[in-house]
């Protein structure tokens, strides 16, 4: 008898990955979000849950390690990527619930140093300075904040200069760290982290201006897989509603509203 049983739970573990019992749907909302949401969405979360009562948690990574995830089967129920080339991936790869990317808001490039640095009240004319070591951005092949901080170097014609100075962080959270703690002299980084309460008590920062960049239009998609599609795009509609569009303002992104070019990179 015992031989049978084996082989039934054998056969339960081939099924299930790996598992001789099926994975339940999770008690609380999945959601995917890129590395520059860490200090932005946890309020939102906690409002999204006042409101509806349904819970939701967040894993932050870059927006590419987080469709690399998604790809090898990650059970996401909501994807909030720094921009909408990550979230058009996942629609071809068809785990997307719609055709197209929803934008959700507008990411903000900003030039951060800290308060006992050769700068402490930046300008761009810094990344001119012989003074400047090191500069930390987010990886350009991983990160849309990378591509855009790269952009912003070739756009002032400095890309090649300061490329043995680049400090390359695997995602825009690491890369304000870097710029923080001092493990770089300046950093082009997020708004969202810029405008957090340590980096605020630790430094100061510029707005990169917007045509040295392309617009980074950051888009959301819900999972076509996900047991609870139907809460993932509530919490995806809460996010674009004009009330939590100002929540995300006040965090260091501009709302879709503002911006009339809505672009991809």
């Known amino acids: 008898m015992w031989q049978g049983w084996l082989v ?78 990550y979230p058009r991936k996942i629609i071809a790869a068809g785990l997307g619930a719609t055709a197209e990317p929803v934008p959700y808001a507008h990411g903000v490039l900003v030039l951060f140093t800290r308060h006992d640095s050769h700068w402490p009240h930046p300008t761009m004319e810094l990344l001119r300075e012989t003074q400047l070591k090191r500069l930390a951005i987010a990886d350009p092949e991983r990160a849309p904040y990378g591509r855009a901080a790269m952009a912003t170097l070739t756009s002032l014609g400095l890309s090649a200069a ?29 708004q969202t982290a810029a405008v957090t309460a340590t980096l605020r008590a630790a430094g100061s920062f510029v707005v990169v201006p917007q045509e040295l ?13 996900s047991p609870r599609r139907t809460e993932a795009q509530r919490m995806l509609d809460f996010l674009r509603s004009p009330e939590m569009q100002r929540q995300l303002q006040k965090s260091g992104l501009n709302p879709v509203t503002d911006l009339a070019v809505h672009t991809s990179q």
């Open 8 to 85: 039934t739970v054998l056969a339960a573990m081939f099924l299930h990955g790996g598992s001789a019992v099926a994975q339940k749907p999770s008690a609380s909302l999945r959601i995917a979000a890129a590395a520059d949401l860490q200090p932005v969405l946890p309020p939102v979360l906690r409002a999204f849950q006042q409101a509806t009562g349904i819970e939701a948690t967040a894993t932050y990574e870059s927006s590419a390690a987080l469709t690399a995830q998604m790809l090898n089967g990650a059970g996401f129920d909501l994807f909030l990527s720094a921009d909408m080339s």
């Open 162 to 190: 300061l490329q043995p100075k680049i400090v390359t962080a695997a995602n825009i959270a690491q890369a304000a760290q870097f710029a923080e703690t001092g493990n770089a002299d300046a950093g082009l980084i997020s």
């Open 213 to 225: 960049y392309p617009v980074i239009e950051q888009g959301a998609v819900v999972l076509a897989l």
